[in-house]
């Protein structure tokens, strides 16, 4: 549901209309050097006001509730809060008889009895993934000097990425974008077979972003088309370095010390500014539809800071159980 992880476990909390939003963290070690401004880098980087974002403008200030003393985490939960404050919800109020296609009014109507809070996609929305941000600055310092870094390597199916966002918004129409990750200094050895491979859990947190609608690792889709021959990755050094790296790092589900590497898919932003025909419910008339509020042309460039949190928490909950599994294994002798 709202968790995710088991030694390293997050809870993301709020709607975006809400009173807050934000993370729990359960699981976090004592002892990580910890404040407010540590927040600020990644924070900026989620935050609106370049062209093809939302002109809603928060001031996303973290606000350290729980789980810090002096500075340091104290291993107890540590709870990071954001207050919305610019909020607009009068724009959702048609949106109740004419849900938006392709966003979550039809079906969280359907799950929730109409008991939701709907403004602003409520605990749908990407609002939601500034907990998400805030849990992966705690655990890219729980990973180091493991490096995790995303980027926007396409938008509208163009490389240009500037000129596709120009074109979008000069369209009045929305765009998705190509976001890839990759990991520096990932030790070989984590992750296991099948359900918790390192392909499994890292896909499930990107799926839990809002707008993401694909995922590949190393050579991805294109290995379907490639020879064995040509997609093996030979071995050329006794640390695991291999010549070529199709396999994206991850071999059996377990990291084998090269990069990693994987792409993801950010499909269009579902408010657009486009009329669309569709139904309204109350009357059961089809209409016209023009949605109003404040929306991303291009949800894909506020993207990568969030993929980059999301596999640092995996990769933190990873190493924590190595960690664990080890001082069982091997236990400290005198």
């Known amino acids: 549901m709202n968790s995710f992880g088991r030694l390293f476990r997050m809870h993301i909390f709020g709607e975006s209309h809400g009173s807050s939003v934000g993370v729990v963290l359960d699981g ?34 973290p606000e ?8 340091f985490t104290t291993g107890a939960p540590l709870t990071v809060l954001f207050r919305n404050i610019n909020t607009r919800s009068q724009d959702y109020t048609q949106l109740r008889e004419t849900p938006r296609p392709g966003h979550a009014d039809y079906t969280a109507s359907v799950k929730f009895g109409g008991f939701e809070d709907y403004r602003g996609g409520g605990h749908f929305s990407g609002r939601l993934t500034l907990g998400l941000v805030a849990a992966g600055v705690v655990a890219k310092k729980i990973i180091h000097p493991v490096a995790v870094s995303a980027s926007l390597i396409e938008a509208g199916g163009k490389t240009d990425i500037q000129k596709a966002v120009e074109e979008a918004v000069a369209r009045k129409d929305s765009i998705g974008g190509i976001v890839e990750c990759r990991v520096q200094n990932l030790p070989a ?72 590497v994987f792409r993801v898919a950010v499909k269009p932003t579902s408010s657009t500014s486009q009329v669309q025909h569709t139904l309204n419910f109350r009357t059961g008339e089809m209409t016209d539809l023009k949605i109003e509020g404040r929306h991303d042309t291009c949800i894909a460039l506020r993207v990568p800071v969030v993929i980059e ?26």
């Open 189 to 260: 050895g984590l992750g296991e077979p099948f359900f918790d491979s390192v392909e499994s859990l890292i896909s499930h947190a990107v799926f839990a972003v809002p707008a993401m609608k694909g995922i590949e690792f190393g050579s991805g889709f294109r290995a379907a088309r490639m020879w064995g021959s040509e997609h093996n990755d030979a071995f050329v050094g006794r640390d695991g370095t291999t010549r070529t790296n199709n396999a994206g790092g991850i071999n059996g589900g377990i990291t084998n010390g090269n990069e990693l």
């Open 28 to 61: 976090c070690p004592a002892g990580i050097p910890l404040g407010p401004d540590d927040f600020l880098p990644d924070l900026s980087r989620r935050k609106a006001g370049s062209l093809g974002t939302t002109p809603r403008q928060e001031e996303d200030r």
């Open 309 to 334: 949190a999301v596999t640092a928490a995996v990769l933190a909950d990873l190493m924590l159980i190595e960690q664990k599994i080890h001082r069982i294994i091997h236990p400290k002798t005198k």
């Open 64 to 71: 350290l509730v729980s789980g810090i003393f002096n500075g």
